[in-house]
Protein backbone atom coordinates (compact mmCIF):
# COMPACT_ATOMS: atom_id res chain seq x y z
CA UNK A 1 0.00 0.00 0.00
CA UNK A 2 3.25 2.31 0.44
CA UNK A 3 2.97 2.37 -3.46
CA UNK A 4 -0.14 4.52 -3.49
CA UNK A 5 0.90 6.90 -0.12
CA UNK A 6 3.40 9.51 0.08
CA UNK A 7 5.10 7.61 2.58
CA UNK A 8 8.56 6.80 1.71
CA UNK A 9 10.34 5.27 5.25
CA UNK A 10 13.55 3.65 3.41
CA UNK A 11 16.28 6.10 3.60
CA UNK A 12 19.62 5.70 1.78
CA UNK A 13 22.29 6.32 4.34
CA UNK A 14 24.40 8.02 1.60
CA UNK A 15 22.24 10.47 -0.06
CA UNK A 16 19.17 10.61 2.12
CA UNK A 17 17.15 10.19 -0.74
CA UNK A 18 13.86 8.05 0.44
CA UNK A 19 11.98 5.55 -0.76
CA UNK A 20 8.25 3.70 -0.42
CA UNK A 21 9.79 0.15 -0.84
CA UNK A 22 13.72 -2.12 0.48
CA UNK A 23 14.05 -3.14 -2.89
CA UNK A 24 13.96 0.28 -4.45
CA UNK A 25 16.05 1.37 -1.65
CA UNK A 26 18.29 -1.61 -2.04
CA UNK A 27 18.69 -1.22 -5.98
CA UNK A 28 19.48 2.86 -5.39
CA UNK A 29 22.73 1.62 -2.91
CA UNK A 30 24.09 0.11 -5.97
CA UNK A 31 24.42 3.30 -7.72
CA UNK A 32 26.29 4.27 -5.17
CA UNK A 33 28.84 1.44 -4.56
CA UNK A 34 31.24 0.63 -6.99
CA UNK A 35 29.75 -2.88 -7.55
CA UNK A 36 28.18 -4.29 -10.86
CA UNK A 37 27.67 -7.59 -10.63
CA UNK A 38 26.26 -8.09 -14.01
CA UNK A 39 28.33 -8.07 -16.56
CA UNK A 40 27.50 -8.18 -20.43
CA UNK A 41 28.83 -11.24 -22.41
CA UNK A 42 29.76 -10.10 -25.22
CA UNK A 43 31.32 -6.47 -24.34
CA UNK A 44 32.02 -7.36 -20.88
CA UNK A 45 30.56 -3.96 -19.61
CA UNK A 46 29.02 -3.62 -16.00
CA UNK A 47 25.79 -3.11 -14.43
CA UNK A 48 24.74 -2.66 -10.97
CA UNK A 49 20.83 -3.89 -11.83
CA UNK A 50 20.05 -6.94 -13.93
CA UNK A 51 17.63 -4.86 -15.88
CA UNK A 52 19.76 -2.31 -16.78
CA UNK A 53 21.86 -5.01 -18.07
CA UNK A 54 18.90 -6.72 -19.97
CA UNK A 55 18.04 -3.49 -21.32
CA UNK A 56 21.90 -2.95 -22.79
CA UNK A 57 22.12 -6.30 -24.42
CA UNK A 58 19.20 -5.45 -27.03
CA UNK A 59 22.31 -3.50 -28.49
CA UNK A 60 24.03 -6.40 -29.22
CA UNK A 61 21.36 -7.49 -31.20
CA UNK A 62 19.84 -6.47 -35.21
CA UNK A 63 16.47 -6.38 -33.53
CA UNK A 64 14.84 -3.59 -32.64
CA UNK A 65 11.22 -3.98 -32.25
CA UNK A 66 9.55 -0.33 -31.35
CA UNK A 67 8.94 1.71 -34.45
CA UNK A 68 8.15 4.91 -34.39
CA UNK A 69 4.29 5.32 -36.73
CA UNK A 70 5.31 8.31 -37.92
CA UNK A 71 9.29 8.50 -39.68
CA UNK A 72 9.45 4.82 -38.98
CA UNK A 73 12.80 5.33 -37.45
CA UNK A 74 13.58 2.20 -35.13
CA UNK A 75 14.56 1.61 -30.95
CA UNK A 76 15.77 -0.91 -29.09
CA UNK A 77 13.70 0.56 -25.90
CA UNK A 78 10.20 1.73 -25.25
CA UNK A 79 11.47 4.26 -23.51
CA UNK A 80 13.63 5.73 -26.31
CA UNK A 81 10.64 5.50 -28.84
CA UNK A 82 8.42 7.31 -26.27
CA UNK A 83 11.07 10.09 -26.22
CA UNK A 84 10.83 10.22 -30.03
CA UNK A 85 7.85 10.89 -30.01
CA UNK A 86 8.19 14.01 -28.67
CA UNK A 87 10.07 15.31 -31.21
CA UNK A 88 7.20 14.97 -33.64
CA UNK A 89 4.56 16.15 -30.85
CA UNK A 90 7.28 18.93 -29.65
CA UNK A 91 5.29 17.92 -26.30
CA UNK A 92 7.30 18.52 -23.23
CA UNK A 93 6.47 16.92 -20.24
CA UNK A 94 9.26 17.66 -17.26
CA UNK A 95 9.38 20.62 -15.95
CA UNK A 96 12.36 21.92 -13.63
CA UNK A 97 10.39 22.31 -10.05
CA UNK A 98 12.62 25.44 -9.58
CA UNK A 99 12.41 27.33 -12.95
CA UNK A 100 9.46 25.88 -14.80
CA UNK A 101 11.91 25.18 -17.76
CA UNK A 102 10.49 22.32 -19.79
CA UNK A 103 11.73 19.45 -21.11
CA UNK A 104 11.23 16.05 -23.43
CA UNK A 105 12.90 13.77 -21.10
CA UNK A 106 12.99 13.37 -17.38
CA UNK A 107 17.11 12.97 -17.13
CA UNK A 108 17.54 16.27 -18.96
CA UNK A 109 15.68 17.69 -16.15
CA UNK A 110 18.08 16.02 -13.67
CA UNK A 111 21.09 17.29 -15.39
CA UNK A 112 19.62 20.82 -15.66
CA UNK A 113 19.24 20.86 -11.83
CA UNK A 114 22.49 20.92 -11.18
CA UNK A 115 23.10 24.47 -12.75
CA UNK A 116 20.67 25.02 -9.94
CA UNK A 117 22.44 23.59 -6.90
CA UNK A 118 25.71 25.39 -8.01
CA UNK A 119 27.35 22.16 -7.66
CA UNK A 120 30.28 21.82 -10.76
CA UNK A 121 32.06 18.24 -10.66
CA UNK A 122 33.11 17.78 -14.66
CA UNK A 123 36.37 19.31 -14.03
CA UNK A 124 38.65 20.30 -17.17
CA UNK A 125 42.13 18.43 -16.71
CA UNK A 126 43.77 20.76 -19.26
CA UNK A 127 42.71 24.66 -17.52
CA UNK A 128 40.66 23.62 -14.63
CA UNK A 129 37.44 25.19 -15.61
CA UNK A 130 34.49 23.30 -13.64
CA UNK A 131 30.93 22.67 -15.24
CA UNK A 132 28.01 21.40 -14.03
CA UNK A 133 27.31 18.65 -16.68
CA UNK A 134 29.28 16.63 -18.41
CA UNK A 135 28.01 17.72 -21.79
CA UNK A 136 29.57 21.41 -21.32
CA UNK A 137 32.66 19.71 -20.19
CA UNK A 138 32.62 17.72 -23.49
CA UNK A 139 31.94 20.87 -25.66
CA UNK A 140 34.44 23.00 -23.27
CA UNK A 141 37.11 20.33 -24.38
CA UNK A 142 36.79 20.83 -27.72
CA UNK A 143 38.25 24.39 -27.67
CA UNK A 144 41.64 22.81 -26.53
CA UNK A 145 41.50 19.69 -29.18
CA UNK A 146 39.82 22.39 -31.90
CA UNK A 147 37.39 19.47 -32.94
CA UNK A 148 34.29 20.94 -34.70
CA UNK A 149 32.33 17.81 -35.40
CA UNK A 150 29.50 19.12 -36.38
CA UNK A 151 29.26 20.99 -39.98
CA UNK A 152 26.93 22.71 -42.06
CA UNK A 153 24.89 20.85 -45.01
CA UNK A 154 24.84 24.23 -46.87
CA UNK A 155 27.99 26.01 -46.26
CA UNK A 156 30.58 23.45 -44.70
CA UNK A 157 31.51 25.25 -41.75
CA UNK A 158 31.97 23.29 -38.68
CA UNK A 159 30.92 24.19 -35.45
CA UNK A 160 32.15 22.64 -31.66
CA UNK A 161 28.51 22.10 -30.43
CA UNK A 162 24.95 21.39 -32.18
CA UNK A 163 23.12 24.52 -30.44
CA UNK A 164 25.86 26.70 -32.80
CA UNK A 165 25.11 24.78 -35.63
CA UNK A 166 21.70 25.29 -35.10
CA UNK A 167 21.90 28.93 -34.86
CA UNK A 168 24.06 28.70 -38.04
CA UNK A 169 21.36 27.22 -39.79
CA UNK A 170 18.87 30.28 -39.06
CA UNK A 171 21.35 32.45 -41.26
CA UNK A 172 20.80 30.92 -44.33
CA UNK A 173 17.32 30.26 -44.08
CA UNK A 174 16.53 34.00 -42.38
CA UNK A 175 20.17 36.13 -42.75
CA UNK A 176 20.18 38.85 -39.81
CA UNK A 177 17.42 39.18 -37.80
CA UNK A 178 18.37 40.53 -34.67
CA UNK A 179 18.74 44.46 -35.47
CA UNK A 180 19.93 46.81 -32.75
CA UNK A 181 18.19 49.43 -31.26
CA UNK A 182 20.97 51.85 -31.08
CA UNK A 183 23.04 51.71 -34.52
CA UNK A 184 22.00 50.13 -37.96
CA UNK A 185 24.01 46.76 -37.76
CA UNK A 186 22.22 43.47 -37.45
CA UNK A 187 23.14 40.16 -36.59
CA UNK A 188 22.22 36.19 -37.21
CA UNK A 189 22.37 35.65 -33.44
CA UNK A 190 20.67 36.91 -30.38
CA UNK A 191 24.58 36.63 -28.54
CA UNK A 192 26.24 38.22 -31.19
CA UNK A 193 23.40 41.62 -30.59
CA UNK A 194 24.48 41.06 -27.11
CA UNK A 195 28.06 41.55 -27.32
CA UNK A 196 27.45 44.16 -29.62
CA UNK A 197 25.17 46.06 -27.50
CA UNK A 198 28.46 46.50 -25.40
CA UNK A 199 29.72 48.89 -27.52
CA UNK A 200 27.52 51.51 -26.48
CA UNK A 201 27.49 51.48 -23.09
CA UNK A 202 31.91 50.91 -23.07
CA UNK A 203 31.05 48.13 -20.00
CA UNK A 204 33.50 45.93 -19.68
CA UNK A 205 32.36 43.44 -17.48
CA UNK A 206 34.33 40.20 -18.49
CA UNK A 207 37.81 40.04 -15.88
CA UNK A 208 40.92 38.47 -16.77
CA UNK A 209 41.40 36.24 -13.14
CA UNK A 210 45.24 36.93 -13.59
CA UNK A 211 46.23 40.03 -15.22
CA UNK A 212 43.05 42.04 -14.51
CA UNK A 213 42.77 43.03 -17.66
CA UNK A 214 39.26 43.94 -18.26
CA UNK A 215 36.90 42.64 -21.78
CA UNK A 216 33.63 43.86 -23.28
CA UNK A 217 32.91 40.32 -24.72
CA UNK A 218 33.35 36.68 -22.74
CA UNK A 219 34.67 35.12 -26.57
CA UNK A 220 37.65 38.15 -26.43
CA UNK A 221 38.19 37.02 -22.37
CA UNK A 222 38.46 33.23 -23.28
CA UNK A 223 40.67 33.95 -26.07
CA UNK A 224 42.94 36.52 -23.78
CA UNK A 225 43.01 33.57 -21.41
CA UNK A 226 44.48 31.43 -23.49
CA UNK A 227 47.91 33.48 -23.17
CA UNK A 228 48.14 32.26 -19.41
CA UNK A 229 47.45 28.58 -20.14
CA UNK A 230 50.68 28.32 -21.59
CA UNK A 231 48.84 26.38 -24.42
CA UNK A 232 49.77 26.46 -27.97
CA UNK A 233 47.64 24.97 -30.04
CA UNK A 234 48.73 26.20 -33.77
CA UNK A 235 51.42 24.60 -34.74
CA UNK A 236 53.30 25.47 -37.99
CA UNK A 237 53.45 22.47 -40.71
CA UNK A 238 56.55 24.07 -41.98
CA UNK A 239 59.35 24.98 -39.28
CA UNK A 240 56.70 23.46 -36.08
CA UNK A 241 56.84 26.80 -34.42
CA UNK A 242 53.78 26.85 -32.35
CA UNK A 243 51.02 29.88 -31.27
CA UNK A 244 48.54 30.93 -29.15
CA UNK A 245 45.45 32.02 -32.18
CA UNK A 246 44.82 31.36 -35.38
CA UNK A 247 45.93 34.30 -36.62
CA UNK A 248 49.18 34.48 -35.55
CA UNK A 249 49.77 31.21 -37.12
CA UNK A 250 48.15 32.56 -40.49
CA UNK A 251 50.57 35.68 -40.18
CA UNK A 252 53.71 33.92 -39.68
CA UNK A 253 52.79 31.16 -42.94
CA UNK A 254 53.63 34.54 -44.90
CA UNK A 255 57.29 34.17 -43.88
CA UNK A 256 57.21 30.54 -45.76
CA UNK A 257 55.53 32.00 -48.62
CA UNK A 258 57.89 31.56 -51.68
CA UNK A 259 60.51 33.70 -50.14
CA UNK A 260 58.52 36.69 -50.89
CA UNK A 261 59.05 39.51 -49.02
CA UNK A 262 56.35 40.36 -46.68
CA UNK A 263 53.67 43.18 -47.67
CA UNK A 264 52.51 45.82 -45.07
CA UNK A 265 49.31 47.74 -44.90
CA UNK A 266 49.30 50.47 -43.49
CA UNK A 267 46.63 51.84 -41.57
CA UNK A 268 45.79 55.55 -42.91
CA UNK A 269 44.28 56.69 -39.47
CA UNK A 270 46.96 55.61 -36.83
CA UNK A 271 49.82 54.84 -39.48
CA UNK A 272 50.29 51.04 -37.65
CA UNK A 273 51.12 48.20 -40.08
CA UNK A 274 49.99 44.94 -40.69
CA UNK A 275 50.88 42.43 -42.47
Known sequence: MLTHSNEKPFKCSVCNKSFSQRGVLNRHLFTHSIEKPFKCSICNRSFSEKNKLNNHSRVHSVEKPFKCPICNKSFFHKYSLTVHLYLHTNEKPFAC??????????????KHLLVH??????????????????????????????????????????????????????????????????????????DHLNNHLVVHTNEKPFNCPFCKKSFSVKYNLNKHLIVHSGLKS???????????RKHHL??????????????????????KSFL
Open 234 to 244: FKCAICNKSFF
Open 97 to 110: SICYKRFSRKDSVN
Open 117 to 190: SGEKRFKCTICKKSYSQKSRLTIHLRVHTNERPFECSICKKTFSCKDRLTEHILVHRNGKIFKCSHCKNSFSRK
Open 250 to 271: KRHLLIHSFGKPLTLFKCYICN
